[in-house]
């Protein structure tokens, strides 16, 4: 799947879709839109609504890894209560409270081993950082996962037979080796 996106549209791409999105607003009494933060089937990116300009994007099939900093869980509780007053100074209170909690976090694209598009607290980040990698693992698939998906590995089975791969970094290693060229882990 490619497409040719134009990095500072908002507009969206043909075949594009938007599977997630949140936005953020300013003001007390009349709220605005102040930024807008997406991800389609292409890209991930966020939008500055106040100078209507592409603040930052990646592309899926360049995303490397999608990581959480600066966790925090947050407690949102409402109480509702009564006093009464017997004599000046002394009373009784009584009432009741309910909440929730959850988590809150950055959200960093990475690409290249750098980050790329930011996303500051962010609620459930865990979550959206699964979505991102399913979508990205679904929609562009390795290289070793195309090669296989296209016939390569069928054509030619020794291959196969001469290749051990890493089961911790998936790197295709010679046959004999002991250790992974990539990794350095033992493989069995």
Same mark, same amino acid.
């Given at each position: 799947m490619s497409a040719e996106i134009n990095p500072h549209s908002i507009n969206l791409q043909k075949d594009e879709y938007i599977i997630f999105s949140y936005s953020t607003k300013v003001g007390i009494i009349t709220k605005r839109l102040s930024r807008l933060y997406s991800?389609?089937?292409?890209?991930?990116f966020e939008w500055n609504a106040e100078t209507s300009n592409m603040e930052g994007m &990646?592309?899926?099939q360049d995303l490397q890894d999608c990581l959480i900093m600066n966790s925090f869980r947050v407690f949102d509780s409402t109480?509702?209560?009564?006093?009464s007053s017997l004599f000046r100074g002394v009373g009784v209170s009584t009432g009741y409270s309910r909440g929730k909690s959850f988590q809150v976090g950055d959200v960093v694209f990475m690409s290249h081993g750098k980050p790329v598009l930011v996303w500051p607290r962010t609620t459930n980040p865990s979550d959206l950082r699964r979505l991102v990698l399913t979508i990205k693992k679904e929609l562009y698939p390795s290289k070793e996962l195309q090669r296989w998906m296209t016939g390569i590995r069928s054509d030619n089975p020794s291959i196969v037979r001469n290749v051990s791969t890493c089961l911790r970094c998936g790197e295709k290693n010679?046959?004999?080796?002991?250790?992974?060229?990539?990794?350095?882990? &033992?493989?069995n």
């Open positions: 991800v389609s089937n292409f890209r991930a &990646i592309l899926l109480r509702v209560s009564g006093y010679v046959k004999d080796a002991s250790f992974c060229s990539f990794c350095g882990s &033992i493989l």
